[in-house]
């Protein structure tokens, strides 16, 4: 195997500490081609389809990347935002706001930046970037807050990978999830009172999550189970009843059954029953995004609505809350002990000194 060339080091380059925080992606811009070239890696990841993968090849490069990308760059171009793709835009600004946030705890010198599983800026890429900053420890933060092999784990895959091509590789840590972090509650549900307070409240709430097909749980993977801890710790939190919530599954795709019961289908179900008001949230996501801004925000409302529904609201994501990027820092905090090691001049040119000493070249 061939290494990656190690960047300049001279022995008065403090060591840092990165944390790296991980989303799933987005293309480059709301366009065919774009969205082509995104959706081909996304959807080329065993983890996300598990199907043999010639059957799949077919598939993917017959059908769908021909028909696919016109229809959901035309969904992206409906929520871009000026500065660009909505995910991308506000996990951009969290990074910055970590980074502040996190200066003002301690001294230790800390790298924050983000990247994306799918997309620019790559995780390799990002790794480097952090690697030529001298960053000696990485803690890796993959930004979804319930564990899934689709998601959190195949975040985890490229980066060991990329370590694998590195001659002097970093100490490394990852956060798995944060689904039932008492923060990260509490900021939910501050979230969907401060939504409430300004446009009053509805008759149902409706904590929609991203859906995975049923064999994923039947298979062992743990994410219905901790979608389901978030929805009953946020219901407490803002004091509702079994009557007043429900806990939903979105973004299906194929015939293949996948976990229920179906944002779509109880939407429609609350809609006939001429549900007077329903809000939907989406506690899986931290940052808004095509499934939550058209899919959610837009497709949902019009379900509900032509169903028979009544008022709708769509209650955003955490995005730069600035209550959830104090819980963001918590987290943080809480897996950097032992990391957080201040510098101290005098043992630096102590360092420096002994290095000399054993002929280093500086």
């Not at 000696?136 to 895959?157: G, K």
């Not at 900021?187 to 969907?192: E, K, M, R």
């Not at 801890?229 to 219901?235: D, F, I, M, N, S």
């Not at 379900?303 to 809350?321: S, T, V």
């Amino acid at each position: 195997m061939a290494y990656l060339t190690e960047p300049s080091y001279t022995h008065d380059t403090p060591q840092k500490t990165g944390i790296l925080l991980v989303n799933l992606g987005t293309p480059d811009a709301p366009t065919p081609q774009a969205v082509r070239t995104y959706l081909k890696e996304f959807l080329s990841d065993p983890r996300v389809v598990e199907i043999p993968k010639a059957i799949w090849w077919l598939i993917l490069n017959g059908i769908i990347l021909n028909t696919r990308p016109r229809k959901s760059a035309a969904k992206y171009a409906a929520v871009w935002m000026k500065e660009g793709s909505p995910l991308r835009v506000h996990t951009e600004k969290q990074t910055v706001l970590l980074q502040g946030y996190l200066s003002q705890r301690t001294k230790a010198p800390l790298v924050v930046e983000f990247a994306m599983r799918y997309g620019n800026p790559s995780i390799p890429s990002v790794l480097r970037k952090l690697k030529e900053q001298n960053c000696q420890r990485i803690l890796v933060v993959p930004m979804y807050p319930q564990y899934a092999a689709s998601t959190t784990a195949t975040a985890n895959d490229i980066v060991f990978d990329e370590l694998q091509h590195m001659r002097n590789t970093p100490a490394l840590r990852t956060i798995k999830h944060f689904h039932d972090n008492v923060g990260y509650i509490r900021t939910l549900a501050n979230n969907i009172q401060d939504y409430w307070a300004k446009n009053g409240t509805p008759e149902k709430l409706l904590m929609s999550f991203h859906g995975l097909p049923q064999f994923t749980l039947d298979k062992g993977d743990p994410y219905h189970c901790e979608c389901r801890k978030t929805g009953r710790l946020l219901a407490q939190e803002l004091g509702l009843k079994p009557d007043q919530y429900a806990i939903s599954f979105q973004s299906r795709f194929g015939k293949a059954e996948w976990l229920k019961p179906y944002t779509t289908a109880t939407l429609k179900e609350w809609g006939a029953l001429q549900t007077m008001r329903v809000d939907v949230v989406c506690p899986g996501f931290v940052a808004d995004c095509l499934e939550t801004l058209e899919e959610i925000a837009m497709e949902g409302k019009e379900d509900f609505q032509h169903a028979g529904g009544g008022e709708y609201h769509y209650i955003p994501c955490l995005n730069e809350r600035n209550d959830w990027i104090h819980a963001l820092t918590d987290l943080v905090m809480e897996n950097l002990q032992g990391w957080l090691d201040e510098p101290k001049a005098d043992e630096l040119k102590l360092s420096l000194q002994r290095a000399q000493a054993a002929g280093a070249k500086l």
